[in-house]
């Protein structure tokens, strides 16, 4: 294991040069940290995504783009001598430029790639000056020479072996002799086309990158000092977390808690690297550790929630008794490549959720082939305009009266789906989007406060 953290760091840490000056400064004041992952600068990314969807106006196109650039010229206008990098930065918006006119006439997941990784692309440069301003010897590092992945555009999978070995032979040795600066969220294939790991991969590819190098922990600094019982902006008495494990920790990602990617831990996971979440603009505050074993497991630990959420109930009366239906159901979705997060049963009907882990976001869509393939076999219903509420805790289905203490709170509210029991660590159920934050308000009040 390397001597070294990995701290990432999120677009809000680095969103203007106030914010990423903080980030220097907590580089700075931990000489164990050698390897620093950057975000893009906050709002880019979205900006980018929708460049990349296809913005047929060409002044409508300009704008975003002058938006761009104002935001990096903003923060570089701020440093001493920029120019090592003015010039590199410009030419990455006039690639979006190029690259955002030609998805002007046609999309596609590769395009994507490109595009949003122009983001992380620019904020590192402009990081990796600030850090040397600041007298930290710093240099930037394009991570896709080292994170590979396969050509998934949009989602793609990590090349394990090859990022380890490529690690070890390119980045350790250069953390030992500088602190690197390097692209969170991106990676490239076996032809070195750029790919990114799904929307929010920044910390996924810290941790994956912290694995490769056997780094003795990994730092996820982002707006909120912590992870807490659930998001302050929802219920006001949450409160932070000190310690919580691995595995409640994971569900808390999965179930759409944004502090953390629901993949982050698992990299962490394996090789046992302790991470700790804090914030950026107030270190001095502490933060979260997430570990393998912790000493306190609460019967409720957090409330998450997870918005845009599409169910698909598939209905057939011959399903009664008989054998099959469900296999040629995954069978159909498996074909077209379909993520599948929740399933309920009945006699005659199954709901399934639909998984979004792409890079392009909002509401996942069962695609009309799939549609048409699954109404061979039985009715098909979608509903959109659904949120998860996740209840997040240790041996909840095996301590009398937990169910009830949860759904006699619920009693107001119209729920679509429950999924309870298949893991000691969650209760997970569906309401409407318009609900679901009362939901979890009320939750949190009986339950925490």
């Not at 039985?378 to 937990?402: H, P, R, Y």
């Not at 029991?421 to 989007?433: K, Q, R, V, Y």
Request: glycine share 6%.
């Amino acid at each position: 294991m390397s001597a070294f953290n990995v701290a990432k760091f999120g677009g809000t840490s680095v969103a203007n040069f106030e914010a990423m000056s903080r980030c220097a400064e907590i580089i700075a004041n931990n000489p164990q940290t050698k390897l620093v992952v950057s975000s893009a600068c906050s709002g880019v990314t979205n900006i980018l995504v929708e460049l990349a969807n296809g913005v047929k106006d060409e002044s409508q196109r300009a704008q975003l783009i002058n938006k761009l650039r104002t935001i990096h010229t903003d923060i570089m206008s701020q440093l001493n001598d920029i120019s090592s990098i003015k010039q590199r930065v410009e030419a990455l918006i006039d690639k979006v430029a190029t690259l955002s006119e030609a998805a002007s006439i046609a999309t596609s997941a590769k395009l994507t790639d490109h595009l949003v990784a122009c983001g992380e692309r620019m904020s590192t440069h402009i990081l990796t000056r600030l850090m040397q301003e600041r007298g930290i010897n710093a240099v930037r590092f394009d991570i896709r020479g080292v994170l590979k992945t396969d050509s998934k555009y949009g989602k793609a999978e990590p090349n394990l072996n090859a990022t380890k070995q490529l690690a070890t032979e390119r980045l350790v040795p250069l953390c030992q002799q500088h602190v690197v600066v390097t692209q969170g969220f991106i990676g490239s294939d076996a032809d070195n086309e750029t790919t990114t790991l799904g929307r929010g991969g920044s910390d996924y590819s810290a941790a994956l990158i912290a694995e490769a190098v056997g780094a003795a922990g990994l730092e996820i600094w982002t707006d909120v000092p912590g992870i807490y019982t659930t998001d302050p902006r929802i219920a006001p008495n949450a409160r932070p977390i000190p310690e919580i494990s691995f595995s409640e920790a994971s569900e808390m990602a999965n179930f759409g808690a944004k502090i953390l990617h629901p993949s982050t831990l698992l990299p962490a996971l394996r090789h046992q690297i302790p991470v700790f979440v804090g914030s950026s603009k107030a270190p001095q505050e502490g933060g979260t550790w997430v570990r393998q074993s912790v000493e306190s497991a609460p019967l409720f630990r957090a409330l998450a929630l997870r918005n845009n959420q599409t169910m698909v109930t598939l209905r057939n009366p011959k399903m009664f008794q008989a054998y099959g239906f469900l296999a040629d159901v995954f069978t159909v979705l498996a074909e077209h490549k379909i993520s599948v997060d929740l399933v309920t049963t009945s006699e005659v009907s199954v709901s399934l959720t639909l998984d979004q882990t792409d890079t392009c976001g909002g509401a996942p869509e069962l695609p009309a082939q799939a549609q048409k393939e699954l109404e061979q076999l039985c009715t098909v219903e979608v509903k959109q305009g659904l949120s998860l509420v996740a209840l997040i805790g240790n041996n909840m289905s095996e301590t009398k009266g937990s169910a009830a203490e949860v759904f006699d709170t619920l009693d107001a509210f119209n729920i679509r789906m429950i999924c309870y029991g298949a893991s000691p660590h969650n209760l997970c159920f569906l309401l409407d989007e318009d609900e679901a934050k009362q939901a979890v308000k009320a939750l949190h009040e009986e339950l925490f406060e």
